[in-house]
């Protein structure tokens, strides 16, 4: 059974930062293309950043880019997501999931077939 468990979330001020972490069980990371995403109260849930194992390449949302780092232990099965320059509009839900297919990162939800619990990002103004 496919599990994600995301951690790391919780209040910060703005220009502060954050790691989230997602542990993966059931399913090995290497064989994955993990992402992160985030939904704001009242908007859809958005493309944050994604990680390939296949070339080890990254992407990020235009918003995030120089600002957040994805990364992840192979030996821990965990994925990370490394806020800096936290920006209030960065309030949301992350949520970490992870696509049965190692090649490409897509940034539509729907291509992503399981999901975590998600961990709620607070950045006060």
């Known amino acids: 059974q496919v599990q994600l468990v995301a951690s790391g979330g919780g209040l910060v001020q703005a220009g502060g930062s954050l790691r989230l972490s997602c542990v993966a069980s059931?399913?090995?990371?290497?064989?994955?293309?993990m992402g992160w995403f985030r939904q704001a109260p009242g908007k859809e849930r958005e493309f944050v950043a994604g990680?390939?194992?296949?070339?080890?390449?990254?992407k990020y949302a235009d918003s995030m880019k120089g600002r957040f780092t994805i990364s992840r232990d192979n030996a821990k099965n965990t994925v990370y997501l490394q806020m800096n320059s936290l920006k209030p509009e960065d309030t949301a839900v992350y949520y970490c999931?992870?696509?049965?297919?190692?090649?490409?990162?897509?940034?539509?939800?729907?291509?992503?077939?399981?999901w975590g619990q998600g961990t709620q990002v607070t950045v006060s103004s």
């Open positions: 999931s992870a696509r049965r297919s190692p090649f490409g990162i897509p940034i539509d939800l729907n291509e992503y077939n399981y």
């Open positions: 990680i390939n194992w296949h070339d080890t390449s990254t």
């Open positions: 059931g399913l090995t990371i290497t064989s994955f293309t």
